[in-house]
């Protein structure tokens, strides 16, 4: 049971260049989030999606796109990549909160993407 | 304000101490609420979940305070192993809000 796989790893751009980041979830999640962590920072959530075909902003969305075409996958995009996005990305995904109790996140790996 | 807020440190505790974080949230409609672990150059981990009667996983106690809205998490004889950045998070929309405090980072000396 892998839970939740990122890739790649790490990454280098150029600025300007575009590059899609790959979130993949084996515990039949319906939520899956993307977060970005800077120094100092706490976690901030890019986008997130509820379901297969759906995705909404989440703080900090400006200049990246996502899509979630296959329940288990949530693609990051960066269309136009610049200095300011170098940073460490973060997959989540969960269950839908219910009365059975809190569901808490769960993380891959992380993506540390640096923008040159 | 910051709608999750914790006290940076770092806290430097000595092995075998018992130390205690707290974090304060601003939306009073939150519903569940979490305490996590990042491990350096790692991804979060959940420590525990926190309950409204508070709950405790062998060292690890964790309190909610909905009056006065705030968590905390208390440790008892500090391993070295606990060091890390420990976060506190809270749900206010049934998962489709997680909102993470900026992280308290504890460090446990020899």
């Known amino acids: 049971n892998a839970g939740v796989t990122q890739t790649p790893k790490f990454r280098v751009l150029k600025t300007g260049q575009s590059m899609t980041l790959l979130c993949a979830q084996d515990?039949?999640?319906?939520?899956m989030y993307w977060y970005r962590q800077d120094p100092g920072m706490g976690l901030r959530l890019i986008h997130y999606?509820?379901?297969?075909?759906?995705?909404a902003k989440g703080e900090v969305p400006d200049g990246y796109n996502v899509s979630r075409l296959k329940k288990q996958n949530f693609l990051l995009g960066l269309e136009s990549a610049a200095p300011s996005q170098t940073s460490v990305y973060f997959c989540?995904?969960?269950?839908?909160?219910?009365?059975?109790?809190?569901?808490?996140?769960?993380f891959g790996d992380g993506t540390r993407l640096s923008i040159l | 304000r910051k709608e999750v807020e914790q006290d940076p440190g770092p806290f430097n505790v000595p092995e075998g101490a018992t130390v205690a974080f707290n974090c304060t949230y601003s939306?009073?409609?939150?519903?569940?609420f979490f305490w996590y672990r990042q491990d350096c150059r790692k991804e979060p981990k959940l420590l525990m979940s926190?309950?409204?009667s508070g709950n405790e996983d062998g060292r690890f106690t964790a309190q909610l305070n909905r009056a006065s809205q705030y968590i905390s998490l208390l440790i008892r004889d500090s391993k070295l192993s606990d060091s890390a950045t420990y976060l506190c998070?809270?749900?206010?929309?049934?998962?489709?809000?997680?909102?993470f405090g900026p992280g308290t980072r504890l460090s446990v000396l020899p």
């Open positions: 998070v809270v749900n206010d929309n049934y998962g489709q809000n997680f909102v």
């Open positions: 939306n009073s409609a939150s519903q569940s």
């Open positions: 999606s509820v379901g297969e075909g759906t995705t």
């Open positions: 515990m039949n999640h319906e939520y």
């Open positions: 926190v309950y409204s």
């Open positions: 989540a995904s969960s269950y839908i909160r219910d009365r059975a109790g809190d569901q808490p996140q769960h």
